[in-house]
């Protein structure tokens, strides 16, 4: 049994409200869609874990594998600039992170699909598993985050834009450009295109 869910977008619900209606009832009606849209990730993201831990579940005799990169989670002294940084390079969205998680330490940045790849935490948020971390100097034994991308051309177009230093490199061999870019925090972004 497949049940699809589906919500307006908050341009498609203000579409209805005529001048009658007022800037309140139309700032009310976009709420109302973003806290749908969000509610609607939360419970997807809670059904691909749960299915994810059955799955692991039942087949707990099979060899083990890494079946994908889950995030990355960086520490910052500027939570803001970090987060547009990820939104305006890669065409991240921000979210707040999940309750109890306070909005103002924490921002998750999401992808197209709506996974949360980078969690974004201010320094002096509490963490589970606490180590010393130095935002802004080089990230320790990690050299950079290397991220399977398209459109390289916008990419080029925006890091100009943002006047981001930047490497290119080109493996011909498999098919590979590569752009090496450094976010606020020096954290190193390897972004690989695959030719088709």
């Given at each position: 049994?497949?049940?699809?869910l589906?919500?307006?977008?908050?341009?498609?619900?203000?579409?209805g409200?005529?001048?009658?209606?007022?800037?309140?009832?139309?700032?009310?009606?976009?709420?109302?869609?973003?806290?749908h849209?969000?509610?609607?990730?939360?419970?997807?993201?809670?059904?691909?874990?749960r299915?994810?831990?059955?799955?692991?579940?039942?087949?707990?005799?099979?060899?083990?594998?890494?079946?994908a990169?889950?995030?990355?989670?960086?520490?910052?002294?500027?939570?803001?600039?970090?987060?547009?940084?990820?939104?305006?390079?890669?065409?991240?969205?921000?979210?707040?992170?999940?309750?109890?998680?306070p909005?103002?330490?924490?921002?998750?940045?999401?992808?197209?699909?709506?996974?949360?790849?980078?969690?974004?935490?201010?320094?002096?948020?509490?963490?589970?598993y606490d180590?010393?971390?130095?935002?802004?100097?080089?990230?320790?034994?990690?050299?950079?985050?290397?991220?399977?991308?398209?459109?390289?051309?916008?990419?080029?177009?925006?890091?100009?834009?943002?006047?981001?230093?930047?490497?290119?490199?080109?493996?011909?061999?498999?098919?590979?450009?590569?752009?090496f870019v450094?976010?606020?925090?020096?954290?190193?972004?390897?972004?690989?295109?695959?030719?088709?």
């Open positions: 049994m497949v049940i699809a589906t919500w307006l977008a908050p341009r498609d619900l203000s579409l409200c005529v001048n009658s209606c007022g800037q309140r009832e139309q700032r009310h009606l976009e709420d109302q869609a973003a806290q849209r969000r509610a609607h990730f939360a419970a997807r993201r809670r059904a691909d874990l299915s994810s831990c059955v799955r692991h579940a039942e087949t707990e005799n099979e060899a083990m594998q890494v079946n990169l889950d995030h990355v989670n960086i520490i910052t002294a500027d939570l803001d600039g970090t987060a547009r940084f990820y939104g305006a390079l890669l065409d991240l969205e921000r979210r707040d992170g999940p309750h109890p998680l909005a103002d330490k924490v921002q998750w940045m999401h992808d197209a699909v709506g996974r949360a790849i980078f969690h974004i935490n201010s320094e002096d948020f509490p963490r589970a180590r010393a971390v130095a935002p802004g100097t080089p990230t320790g034994a990690i050299h950079h985050v290397a991220l399977n991308c398209s459109g390289r051309g916008e990419v080029v177009a925006r890091l100009n834009a943002m006047g981001a230093d930047y490497k290119e490199n080109d493996v011909a061999s498999i098919g590979l450009r590569q752009i450094t976010d606020p925090n020096n954290v190193l972004l390897e972004l690989n295109f695959y030719e088709a």
